[in-house]
């Protein structure tokens, strides 16, 4: 069973570490797990990033680490909740640095 798609807000890179604001579907669950995808602009295979626990509705930073600098990155999360239930991917965000190149809503 799945749950509507989150909203990825924003995100913003400073040197290795991007910072994704996040705001989670609202669906009436104990909590939320959100799972980070990322991978380099132009490759074809995600790589499964950060986990977060937060409320359902309530939009949240989420710290992805360990990326390399100066290069483009697509982001997007995928929320699980206490029911079993899982979201398709949020939209697709482009960046580099603190500029968003480019937006794809799922």
Same mark, same amino acid.
């Given at each position: 069973?799945?749950?509507?798609? $989150?909203?990825?807000?924003?995100? %913003?890179?400073?040197?290795?570490? =991007?910072?994704?604001? !996040?705001?989670?579907?609202? &669906?009436? /669950?104990?909590?939320?797990?959100?799972?980070?995808?990322?991978?380099?602009?132009?490759?074809?295979?995600?790589?499964?990033?950060?986990?977060?626990?937060?409320?359902? $509705?309530?939009?949240?930073?989420? %710290?992805?680490?360990?990326?390399? =600098?100066?290069?483009? !990155?697509?982001?997007?999360? &995928?929320? /699980?909740?206490?029911?079993?239930?899982?979201?398709?991917?949020?939209?697709?965000?482009?960046?580099?640095?603190?500029?968003?190149?480019?937006?794809?809503?799922?």
């Amino acid at each position: 069973m799945s749950i509507s798609s $989150g909203t990825l807000n924003s995100v %913003s890179i400073a040197s290795t570490t =991007a910072t994704l604001n !996040y705001t989670p579907p609202a &669906v009436e /669950a104990a909590y939320q797990l959100d799972q980070v995808l990322y991978k380099k602009t132009g490759h074809s295979l995600w790589t499964v990033g950060a986990t977060n626990v937060g409320t359902l $509705g309530v939009a949240g930073n989420i %710290s992805q680490t360990g990326l390399v =600098a100066d290069t483009l !990155y697509d982001f997007c999360v &995928v929320t /699980a909740d206490s029911s079993d239930r899982y979201s398709l991917p949020s939209n697709i965000k482009t960046t580099s640095g603190a500029t968003i190149i480019s937006e794809i809503n799922s």
